[in-house]
């Protein structure tokens, strides 16, 4: 089955929105990590947050380890958000391999 | 500051040909280095990691193999490439003993017909 699944699978909002995506993974993580995917592919490392709660600019992420869940909050949306949010686990046993979500695409509208 | 240049942007190649893409690193000794993949539409997937020079693991066996002849190189190949092979590829470097940052290469399209 799925290591890592997300949702909603794809997301509309209108400029100053807030987003909240979700992750949910099956197997103990020692690692969990966001990126952004943009339109053309390339990939950025968003957040590292195994646990508990981080924030960097308009991104908050927080883990419940034990639920073994993930979600990436997203305030005050604007157009440039617009492109595809994943999240990857380890699996506990080893930080250099990494199981990705299919993740969520979101559409930031003006 | 360091860089990381992946080759080549794009490539087109007839099924049984073989490949060779390429990722360097300047600006950092010793990273760990990753090959990822994503057929179109599809899920993000490791494919291979390096720690050290020489020595890669595998991660997904799609008849791929990959290599670090040199600290800031690396390397993925297949003598004979299939359908199945198209996609997106990615390579990234985290620093040493940890990857809990990963940084990406702007990746090589690969259609294979």
């Known amino acids: 089955g799925q290591q890592v699944q997300q949702s909603p699978a794809s997301l509309v909002l209108q400029e100053g929105e807030n987003a909240e995506l979700q992750c949910n993974f099956s197997?103990?993580?020692?690692?969990l990590q966001w990126f952004y995917q943009s339109p053309g592919g390339s990939l950025v490392s968003l957040l590292s947050?195994?646990?508990g709660t981080k924030h960097t600019g308009r991104l908050t992420s927080t883990t419940v380890t034990k639920e073994r869940r993930s979600s990436l909050h997203i305030s005050s949306s604007q157009t440039t958000d617009s492109g595809t949010y994943l999240c990857?686990?380890?699996?506990?046993?080893?930080?250099?391999?990494?199981?990705f979500g299919s993740g969520t695409k979101l559409t930031v509208e003006p | 500051a360091q860089t990381i240049h992946q080759w080549p942007v794009a490539e087109i190649k007839a099924v049984g040909s073989p490949l060779s893409l390429g990722c360097t690193i300047k600006g950092k000794s010793s990273p760990n280095l990753y090959w990822y993949w994503q057929a179109t539409g599809g899920t993000l997937q490791q494919l291979f990691y390096?720690?050290?020079?020489?020595?890669v693991e595998s991660v997904v066996q799609l008849n791929l193999s990959a290599s670090r002849p040199k600290d800031d190189q690396f390397i993925l190949s297949t003598e004979k490439l299939l359908l199945s092979h198209s996609g997106f590829y990615l390579c990234?470097?985290?620093?040493?003993?940890?990857?809990?940052?990963?940084?990406f290469g702007s990746g090589t399209r690969l259609t294979v017909l």
């Open positions: 197997s103990t993580a020692t690692q």
């Open positions: 990234a470097w985290s620093p040493t003993d940890s990857a809990e940052t990963l940084y």
């Open positions: 390096s720690i050290t020079v020489g020595q």
């Open positions: 947050n195994p646990s």
């Open positions: 990857a686990i380890d699996r506990g046993s080893n930080y250099n391999v990494l199981y």
